[in-house]
């Protein structure tokens, strides 16, 4: 599992020297110290925080202690640990920046912006551009920074009559995270041995606990395959409160719902910019009926996106052939690489829909630590149940898919030998 030694250096995740007696791991790209190791081990497996947050609980203030939600602090934060890796495929983000006469307008347009105003609180440009390339009614369409800030508009909403929400696990973690956070009941029904929903366990659900709201994630994240669209629609057409399907890969399976809101009236479709090359400017987008977005608009924070993504995000939707040959390319390395994963001896890969890949192997920490050693990053889903020993890898440049398969065969190959 690659060398470790005993001695000192800058660890690459803190930017701490190390010195003396400290075990310091030594890659080619990546030294990381003890601490950071059991740290970065403890938030990608996404083991549960103590109730402390791994602290005694007599160092609670009495703040924390007595006012924090007694929720909250039973959450581990959203966090992705961030340190210097020569390929970084951990964050199911594009790999492409954009092209050089896109990025100019850009420039440009961004120096008209007036920074001492507010945003078009409405963003009316943006969504006129949406409402346009979709096909939907503006009055229809909600922007969030993000569709993480979507999903909290979302249960802040709809959250008026049993308080429960219902979503097939493994998923999105922050659909868990922000129910918790809001004080609803988050009921969690495992996918079935394929990752498909298990649509007995969730009718059965939706009959007895009558969720406020449903979250599927299609393609799921971090299973990265699409739902039969059969267990869906049984799901749709039973449920009284939301569905939402959260179609934030949608763009690598060619598939979305968007056209049945129309014949849905609780059917909500999320999207994002973030997987196809604009994660960095934080824009996500809601679909829905007139209805239902006037509530939502209700909620919303006033100047929710800000001016710099709205304008950057209006130039790319003005030039949009370059985003779908990025998509088309990540889709053709997608099945380059799941071939190549479905014969490496000791990986059981599993299909996606999506710009990623979960796989399997014995030992997911040591092979997650080996691939940082060798400057690949990726995300290690380590847990007990459904995900044991599984890790995700994004789908990155070709070059940057050799260097990840290649330090994957030998990080495997000398565990084993
Ligand atoms: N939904 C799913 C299924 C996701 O995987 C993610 C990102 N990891 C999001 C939503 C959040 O995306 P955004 O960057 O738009 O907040």
Known sequence: MGEIFEGGGECSF??????????????????????????????????????????????????????????????????VPHFKCRVKLDGNESPFPPPKEVLEKVIREIKEVPMNRYPDPEAMVLREKVSKITDFPLDGIVLGNGSDELIEMLLTTFSGGTGRVLFPVPTFSMFRITSIALGLEPVEVELDDKFDIDVNSMVNEIKTKNPDLIFLASPNNPTGNRFSDDRIFEILKLSSGIVVIDEAYCDFSGKSFLPLIDQYENLIVLRTMSKVGFAGIRIGILFGRVELTREINKVRLPYNVNSLSQR????????????????????????????????????????SDANFILFKVDDADGVFKGLIEKGVLIRNFNSPGRLENCLRVTIGTPNENNDFLRALREVLSSSIG
Do not use: W
Request: charged share 30%.
């Open 312 to 351: 950057v995000a209006e130039v790319v939707l003005d030039r949009v052939g370059f985003v779908t040959e990025g998509i088309q390319l990540i889709s053709r390395e997608r099945s380059r690489v799941y071939k190549e994963l479905r014969i490496m001896k000791g990986v059981k890969a599993f299909p």
């Open 14 to 79: 803190c930017k701490k020297e190390h010195g003396g007696s400290r075990m310091v791991f030594k890659g080619k790209s990546a030294r990381i110290c003890n601490e950071c190791l059991s740290e970065i081990g403890e938030h990608v497996t996404g083991k549960p925080a103590s109730k402390s947050g791994g602290r005694p609980e007599a160092q609670y203030t009495d703040i924390v202690k007595f006012r924090v939600k007694e929720g909250i602090r039973g959450l581990s934060p959203y966090s």
